[in-house]
């Protein structure tokens, strides 16, 4: 690439079939009112131009073709409307040079006029995280796609103070700076800055959307605009989902979306971990369809959401999203996540295990609650499920979390919903005290995926083979390993202390250990495990006395009535913790 386009030497073929370039016709034409969509290229030289499709029966079609010769302007139109044409998918377009060429520009545009207008307030919520906010800043700041997509940029602080100058750096464009305005407030976690920034957002006349977004992603500062653009031109009952890509695999999409498992309201992640690399990546997008919620690493809808649902529940962190989305749902409204609209983010595996546990369990039960959930047995026996594998595995601190969350929960919505560090502090404490040990030296520890790169091609099919028939008998030895833990002591066994890449650990085999050490995949650092059946009576004893007591709970539903659906619960936090804007 040069500063004038893409150079292309004579003889080269270039496919634009990515992520995000092509354009995906079932959710553009599916969820919005387009009736067609304009490919512009320009190209100087000599060179053919071709539109292809995929449909979601996987077949290809090549759609049209131009050759240039000089310097041309290259315009194919797809109409939504067309009943002769097949079936709709996914559109790109190829570039074949036949001398030297530059490709001076190519985008997707339409002469159709815009459903609404849109003015877009971005938000953001940050916690001492200045070096990544500033990055995300400083790429918006650069592409005036985004800045003319953006009326005002939120950026809602809860950590040490800093000016709109400092955060965009001394390099900064300057075309953002007008439009950043930094709220300082206390921590109340995630919840209560995006909340904030929702407030915001119904405050202000002149803003017609919202756009959150985290601090500690990578942005493709086109997303931005096209999530702008996608919200103009939708269908009245539609909100957007941005995708996330998995930041330490920059190559593969870990979520899109979620569903929730009917009993346990258990998320699960739509199209995870898809390698967008591989051709037959892109496939899974060829249908469309609304999730249940979609995370708020990139999340937008028209304010008056918020005038319609009310505010997310007030919970600090974790779940905030969830609840959200599933009352959105329930009014009639549907999310829907656009591929070639989404962030690069840490996948969440390597944040899992720590003190958010405790807010994992605490605000599903609260949420379960505010929609008259039905089925509080399937939750109870997930919990039950999760907290004998964690007892199995000595990770002591996840079932002491449970426990305090299942607690609060039961101590009513005056308790479990609250918006201050307090929670926060208190399960920091449980982890320092019932967590691992953290361990400076340990030997190396070759992965499964490294140790299956040395071996034969027949020994790596056997591998794989093994491995399928121990998850599959995996649940009946976990039992048998619990069993045998309550009533064998602590180093009746002789096995040596196992040492297990995080990736490799699995509860049934570890169970068997009186001792085990994890080396974590991102960063290396390593975790002692060692069994207390002393402990894990106790905290049977517990949660058995506590689980059996978990059930709808009428009193969450009811604050959420008498505050005006949590309006008046924000706006009272508000008004008393607001330092001011900058």
């Keep these: 690439a040069t500063p004038h386009g893409l150079s292309m030497p004579a003889g080269t073929v270039v496919t634009f079939d990515t992520y995000f370039s092509a354009f995906f016709e079932n959710h553009w034409f599916g969820y919005t009112q387009l009736k067609s969509v304009r490919l512009e290229v320009e190209v100087e030289g000599r060179a053919i131009v071709t539109l292809r499709r995929q449909t979601p029966e996987t077949d290809h079609y090549l759609l049209q073709r131009e050759e240039v010769n000089g310097r041309g302007h290259v315009e194919f139109q797809v109409d939504n409307d067309n009943e002769l044409r097949v079936e709709a998918g996914r559109l790109w377009f190829e570039i074949e040079t036949l001398d030297d060429s530059i490709v001076r520009s190519?985008?997707?545009?339409?002469?159709?006029?815009?459903?609404?207008?849109?003015?877009?307030?971005?938000?953001?919520?940050?916690?001492?995280?200045?070096?990544?906010?500033?990055?995300?800043?400083?790429?918006?700041?650069?592409?005036?796609?985004?800045?003319?997509?953006?009326?005002?940029?939120?950026?809602?602080?809860?950590g040490d103070s800093f000016t709109a100058e400092e955060i965009l750096g001394p390099d900064?464009?300057?075309?953002?700076?007008?439009?950043?305005?930094?709220?300082?407030?206390?921590?109340?976690?995630?919840?209560?800055?995006?909340t904030r920034g929702m407030y915001e957002t119904v405050a202000a006349d002149d803003l017609t959307h919202f756009l959150l977004m985290d601090d500690d992603s990578r942005v493709y500062a086109e997303s931005v605009a096209r999530a702008a653009d996608f919200m103009a031109y939708?269908?009245?009952?539609?909100?957007?989902?941005?995708?996330?890509?998995?930041?330490?695999?920059?190559?593969?999409?870990?979520?899109?979306?979620?569903?929730?498992?009917?009993?346990?309201?258990?998320?699960?992640p739509i199209n995870h971990n898809i390698d967008l690399a591989d051709p037959e990546g892109s496939e899974a997008f060829l249908r469309a369809?609304?999730?249940?919620?979609?995370?708020?690493?990139?999340?937008?809808?028209?304010?008056?959401?918020?005038?319609?649902?009310?505010?997310?529940?007030?919970?600090?962190?974790?779940?905030?999203?969830?609840?959200?989305?599933?009352?959105?749902?329930?009014?009639?409204?549907?999310?829907?996540?656009?591929?070639?609209?989404?962030?690069?983010?840490?996948?969440?595996?390597?944040?899992?295990?720590?003190?958010?546990?405790?807010?994992?369990?605490?605000?599903?039960?609260?949420?379960?609650?505010?929609?008259?959930?039905?089925?509080?047995?399937?939750?109870?026996?997930?919990?039950?499920?999760?907290?004998?594998?964690?007892?199995?595995?000595?990770?002591?601190?996840?079932?002491?979390?449970?426990?305090?969350?299942?607690?609060?929960?039961?101590?009513?919505p005056e308790i479990a919903l609250d918006t201050t560090d307090g929670p926060l502090l208190a399960a920091v404490a449980i982890v320092a005290e019932y967590g691992p040990e953290q361990v400076t030296e340990v030997g190396h520890a070759p992965s499964k995926a490294e140790d299956?790169?040395?071996?034969?091609?027949?020994?790596?099919?056997?591998?794989?083979?093994?491995?399928?028939?121990?998850?599959?008998?995996?649940?009946?030895?976990?039992?048998g390993q619990l069993a045998r833990r309550m009533v064998v002591p602590e180093h009746a066994s002789r096995k040596p202390e196992k040492v297990v890449r995080s990736n490799d650990l699995r509860p049934h085999v570890v169970a068997g250990y009186d001792r085990y050490i994890v080396i974590e995949e991102h960063g290396g650092q390593a975790w002692r495990f060692q069994r207390d059946r002393a402990l894990e009576k106790s905290l049977w004893s517990e949660f058995l006395e506590l689980s059996k007591r978990v059930d709808f709970d009428a009193r969450y539903l009811e604050q959420f009535e008498a505050t005006d659906r949590f309006a008046d619960s924000w706006r009272e936090i508000f008004n008393l913790t607001d330092v001011g804007h900058d």
Excluded at 107 to 126: A, M, Y
Excluded at 250 to 257: I, S, Y
Excluded at 393 to 412: P, V
Aim: proline share 5%.
């Design 234 to 268: 939708c269908d009245d009952e539609v909100v957007l989902g941005g995708h996330m890509l998995n930041l330490h695999r920059p190559r593969r999409l870990f979520e899109a979306g979620a569903m929730f498992d009917p009993s346990s309201l258990q998320p699960n």
């Design 106 to 158: 190519a985008h997707w545009t339409t002469q159709d006029t815009p459903q609404r207008p849109v003015s877009l307030g971005v938000v953001f919520c940050t916690f001492n995280r200045q070096q990544y906010l500033g990055r995300i800043l400083r790429a918006l700041d650069e592409d005036m796609r985004a800045i003319d997509a953006i009326a005002r940029v939120f950026v809602v602080n809860q």
């Design 452 to 479: 299956r790169r040395q071996r034969g091609e027949l020994r790596r099919m056997l591998d794989t083979a093994r491995e399928s028939a121990e998850r599959r008998v995996g649940k009946v030895a976990l039992v």
């Design 289 to 412: 369809g609304a999730v249940d919620y979609n995370g708020w690493w990139m999340f937008g809808a028209p304010a008056s959401v918020i005038e319609n649902i009310g505010y997310p529940m007030p919970c600090f962190i974790r779940g905030d999203d969830m609840e959200f989305g599933l009352r959105i749902k329930n009014s009639g409204l549907q999310t829907v996540p656009i591929p070639g609209i989404g962030v690069w983010h840490e996948p969440f595996y390597l944040k899992l295990g720590g003190w958010q546990f405790y807010f994992e369990v605490r605000n599903r039960l609260a949420m379960a609650a505010l929609h008259s959930h039905g089925d509080f047995q399937g939750i109870r026996k997930d919990f039950r499920r999760v907290f004998s594998r964690d007892i199995g595995m000595c990770r002591y601190h996840s079932c002491k979390l449970m426990i305090e969350a299942m607690r609060a929960y039961l101590d009513g």
């Design 172 to 194: 900064h464009a300057g075309r953002l700076l007008a439009k950043l305005t930094i709220i300082e407030q206390p921590n109340m976690g995630g919840c209560g800055g995006f």
